[in-house]
């Protein structure tokens, strides 16, 4: 069966260490042991799509090495179709190496590894999959001419997560691809060129610039916004006391993309990914932390 969803993007290999809090530049910090996760934002993605019931395929690159065969048998844990991960000789997999505060905060620094090594042949490799699904999901941890690649290869949604935050501006012919853009504050800042803070004011001006269909900025605690054919709708989060926020935002993606999947409008499936976002911050680590539908409620409750 084809799958619904089909996530192109990184994967990772997270190592984790808890910190009373995160350390400043130059600052030594101790922490607490070691733990090694299953990560990287097309990765959580893509289990965080499949936990919510969803038919998920990945595309992308994993190292020839332990840590590449960690991530394949998680992602088949989840049901995940693998056959478009690609193994990759004599090149590590990506590593994110995580600080987590005591408020649930983090620091994360990427070695991308094979991520890096994503190319529009590996795409085309699986331009049927993109055809036949009903969503695309896109972030900007792998290179962009692929990212650029699978977005006009896709015929459903396409959803971009432009995390990390490019440093330089995004193509507008990718842009213009894009029919639903999923920015936080400090992305919809770096794409729109804006310097300061950016009250929901601020990110509604800023969102309506943008050449994408629609933008939905994320904006943590206070929800998200929805920016759908010149109309702004806000949408408020529950009020919770997170763990860990490392995995919220890509369950927010991968929720969002669950809701479209089923019909729902697009702010009916971001109420659904902030709850999912939410409860997601309840739990400790990445991919653990991502939870079923039956989760969301009882964590929520």
Not at 34 to 42: A, E, H, M, S, W
Not at 261 to 266: A, D, I, M, P
Request: glycine fraction near 10%; hydrophobic fraction near 50%.
């Amino acid at each position: 069966m084809a799958a619904e969803i089909v996530v192109v993007g990184s994967a990772n290999l997270d190592l984790v260490v808890e910190v009373d809090r995160v350390p400043a530049v130059g600052e030594t910090v101790m922490g607490g042991d070691l733990r090694r996760i299953p990560g990287g934002k097309g990765a959580n993605q893509a289990v965080a799509a499949a936990r919510l019931g969803r038919d998920v395929a990945m595309v992308g690159r994993l190292g020839a090495d332990e840590g590449g065969e960690i991530l394949r048998a998680a992602l088949n844990a989840d049901g995940v179709d693998t056959t478009q991960m690609i193994t990759t000789e004599d090149v590590p997999n990506g590593v994110a190496l995580i600080s987590v505060g005591s408020d649930g905060d983090n620091a994360i620094v990427v070695s991308p590894g094979a991520n890096a090594r994503v190319t529009p042949t590996d795409i085309e490799a699986a331009a049927d999959m993109l055809r036949n699904a009903a969503v695309t999901l896109l972030q900007l941890e792998i290179p962009l001419d692929a990212v650029t690649a699978a977005a006009h290869a896709a015929h459903g949604i396409v959803i971009l997560n432009p995390a990390p935050a490019p440093a330089e501006p995004l193509p507008e012919g990718l842009l213009a691809r894009v029919d639903i853009l999923v920015p936080n504050q400090t992305e919809l800042a770096t794409l729109t060129g804006h310097d300061g803070p950016i009250t929901a004011e601020i990110a509604t001006t800023l969102a309506t610039t943008l050449p994408s269909q629609a933008v939905v900025v994320t904006l943590g605690a206070d929800g998200a916004l929805v920016v759908d054919r010149g109309a702004v709708t806000h949408v408020s989060a529950p009020s919770v006391t997170p763990v860990d926020t490392t995995a919220a935002g890509d369950s927010f993606c991968g929720a969002l993309a669950d809701a479209l999947v089923r019909g729902e409008s697009l702010i009916d499936a971001a109420r659904w990914a902030i709850r999912v976002g939410a409860a997601t911050t309840l739990r400790p680590g990445a991919q653990p932390s991502l939870p079923t539908p039956t989760e969301v409620e009882q964590l929520l409750a």
